[in-house]
C-alpha cells in the first residue's frame, strides 16, 4: 500500500495545506472588516485563533489514538472544540440575527432578556449534545430532571413569572421607546428607562417606576406618537362680567406670542361657561407643555392687566394706578417737552403699561395705538434681512426712549419691540401724542431726528452682521 492510501494521508494533506489557507483568507478579511468598523470582526477573530487551530489539531489526533479509549487528548480536544464552536454560535447568532437588525423590525423589537435566554438554551443544548456525542454520557435524565424542575417552579411562581411575561411581551411589541412620552392614567412622563421588569417615567415630580406588568394589563397613550399637533392645555378663569369674545381674543393672542411655537397649528381658546375658559396652546413635543402653560400664565397677568380684564383673584388695575401715571408723566416729561402742568393735563389719557420679559411691545406692520416711552426695564427692536424671515436684533432702548413713533403719522412700524426684561412703559395714545406734535414744533423736529437716528443704527446692525437690509425698511419708530 502505497503512502498516498494511508488513512491518515489525506487528513493530514487537508491540514498541512487547507489550514494556512484558511487562516491567510480570514485574515484578510478581518482586517478588511475592521475598516469597516463591522462587529463581525470578533466572530471571525475567534474562528481564526481558536475554531481552525483547535479542529486541525482534532484532525491529526484522530489519526493517531485509538477511539475506545475512555481518556485521551483527542477527547480533550474535542470538548474544547465543542465549547469553542458554542461560543461562535452564540456571537454569531447575536450578530447576524440581532446587531445587524433594521430599525422597525421584529429583530430590533426583541427584548435583550430574551436574547440572553436564547444564549442560555444554546449554551445548554451545546453542552450536552457535547457530552453525549464526545464522552457518551446519558444526558437524558438531565434534561429530564430540568423539565419537571421548570415545571415545578413555574407552578409555585405563576403569577409572578405571569407578570413578567407579560412585561417581556410588551416590550416585545414596544408600543413606546425611550425618549416618548405616555399618560397611563394615574402618570404622565418621559421614557428614560425600559427594562424587563419596569418602565422608568420622568415627570415633574421626580421618577416614578411602573411594573411593566401593570401596563400590559391596562391601557394607556403614547402622547408621542399622537397624530397631528400636540397641544398644551390651560384652564384659566376670568370675572364673568368680562366680554368672552374679548377674553378669548386675549388669550389667543397672549398664546399666539410665545416663542417657539410650531408654525402649521394655532391657538385655540373655548368658553367653559360662569367665566371659565379653556386654551389650547400648539407644543413642539409632550416635554414642552409644563414649560409652556408656566409661561403662558406669567404673561396672561401682565396682558390682562393692560387689557383691563380681570382675571380670577387679580384686579386689573391698582388703587394707586393713577399716582404711578401722574409720577411717570413727571419722569418723562422732558421726552414731550411737557411743563409741570401739561403732566398733570395728560393724567387723563394716559396710562401705564406692564410687559414681561419677551413679550412684543409692537409687532412689525402694524400702525401704533400709542406712543410708548420706557419707563424702566430693556426694549430690543428687530427686523428681518432681506430674504430671511427670522428676527434680527438691531439695537436696544432703555429708559427714556420712545417707540411708537409712527403712531403720529399713522404708518406701521418697520420693525417689532420686544421686552429684553420685564418692562414698565407709559403709554401716550396716538391721537394725544399727534395733538402734542402739532402744537410743539420743537417735538415734531425731536421724533423725526430720533426716526433717522434709528435708520442709521439699524443699517449700521446691518452692515456689521454682513446681511441686507429688508427693502421695504423705511420706518423704525
Known amino acids: 500500500m502505497s503512502i498516498v492510501q494511508e488513512p491518515w494521508f489525506w487528513p493530514t494533506v487537508a491540514v498541512v495545506v487547507g489550514l494556512p489557507i484558511a487562516i491567510v483568507i480570514l485574515s484578510e478579511a478581518i482586517v478588511m472588516l475592521d475598516r469597516r468598523g463591522s462587529r463581525a470582526v470578533g466572530v471571525l477573530t475567534l474562528i481564526r485563533n481558536w475554531v481552525l487551530p483547535t479542529g486541525a489539531l482534532l484532525i491529526l489526533l484522530w489519526q493517531v489514538e485509538d477511539p475506545d479509549l475512555e481518556l485521551s487528548w483527542g477527547r480533550i480536544v474535542a470538548t474544547v472544540f465543542g465549547f469553542v464552536v458554542i461560543l461562535v454560535l452564540v456571537n454569531g447568532i447575536n450578530h447576524f440575527m440581532f446587531t445587524r437588525a433594521a430599525k422597525g423590525t421584529w429583530r430590533e423589537r426583541i427584548p435583550s432578556i430574551f436574547v440572553d435566554i436564547a444564549r442560555v438554551v444554546v449554551v445548554v443544548v451545546g453542552i450536552g449534545l457535547l457530552m453525549s456525542w464526545v464522552w457518551n454520557a446519558d444526558v437524558a435524565g438531565l434534561f429530564t430532571a430540568l423539565g419537571v424542575t421548570s415545571i415545578i417552579v413555574g407552578l409555585a411562581l405563576q403569577h409572578a413569572v405571569g407578570g413578567v411575561i407579560s412585561g417581556l411581551l410588551l416590550l416585545f411589541e414596544q408600543p413606546f421607546e425611550q425618549g416618548e412620552w405616555i399618560d ?108 409652556t402653560v408656566e409661561l403662558f400664565r406669567t404673561r396672561l397677568w401682565y396682558a390682562a392687566r393692560r387689557a383691563g380684564l380681570t382675571q380670577s383673584g387679580v384686579p386689573p388695575v391698582d388703587e ?143 452692515a456689521g452682521a454682513g446681511v441686507e437690509p429688508p427693502v421695504a425698511l423705511r420706518v423704525i419708530g
Open 184 to 291: 397611563t392614567g394615574d402618570v404622565r412622563g418621559r421614557v428614560v428607562e425600559v427594562n424587563w421588569r419596569s418602565v422608568h417615567l420622568e415627570t415633574g415630580d421626580g421618577l416614578r417606576i411602573v411594573p411593566n406588568a401593570v401596563l400590559a394589563d391596562a391601557s394607556f397613550t403614547n402622547l408621542s406618537r399622537t397624530p397631528g399637533p400636540q397641544f398644551a392645555e390651560a384652564a384659566v378663569e376670568f370675572d364673568p362680567s368680562d366680554p368672552p369674545n374679548d377674553v378669548k381674543r386675549l388669550l389667543v393672542a397672549t398664546a399666539a406670542d410665545l416663542p417657539d411655537r410650531p408654525a402649521d397649528a394655532v391657538p385655540e381658546a373655548t368658553t367653559d361657561g360662569a367665566g371659565a375658559y379653556t386654551v389650547a396652546i400648539p407644543v413642539h413635543s409632550p416635554g414642552e407643555r409644563s414649560s
Open 320 to 462: 394707586d394706578a393713577a399716582a404711578d401715571v401722574a409720577a411717570a408723566l413727571r419722569g418723562e416729561a422732558s421726552v414731550l417737552n411737557l411743563d409741570p402742568a401739561q403732566a398733570e393735563a395728560l393724567g387723563g389719557s394716559a396710562r401705564l403699561e406692564r410687559f414681561a420679559a419677551g413679550e412684543t411691545i409692537q409687532a412689525h406692520g402694524v400702525v401704533p395705538d400709542a406712543v410708548r416711552i420706557v419707563v424702566a426695564g430693556r426694549v430690543v427692536m428687530r427686523a428681518a434681512p432681506e430674504g430671511d424671515s427670522g428676527a434680527f436684533p438691531l439695537f436696544e432702548l432703555g429708559r427714556h426712549d420712545p417707540i411708537g413713533l409712527t403712531a403720529i403719522m399713522r404708518r406701521p412700524i418697520d420693525a417689532s419691540a420686544s421686552a429684553l426684561t420685564d418692562v414698565t412703559m407709559l403709554a401716550i395714545p396716538a391721537d394725544v401724542a399727534a395733538d402734542l406734535v402739532h402744537d410743539d414744533p420743537d417735538l415734531a423736529r425731536e421724533f423725526g431726528e430720533e426716526l433717522e437716528l434709528r435708520m442709521r443704527r439699524a443699517r449700521t446692525a446691518f
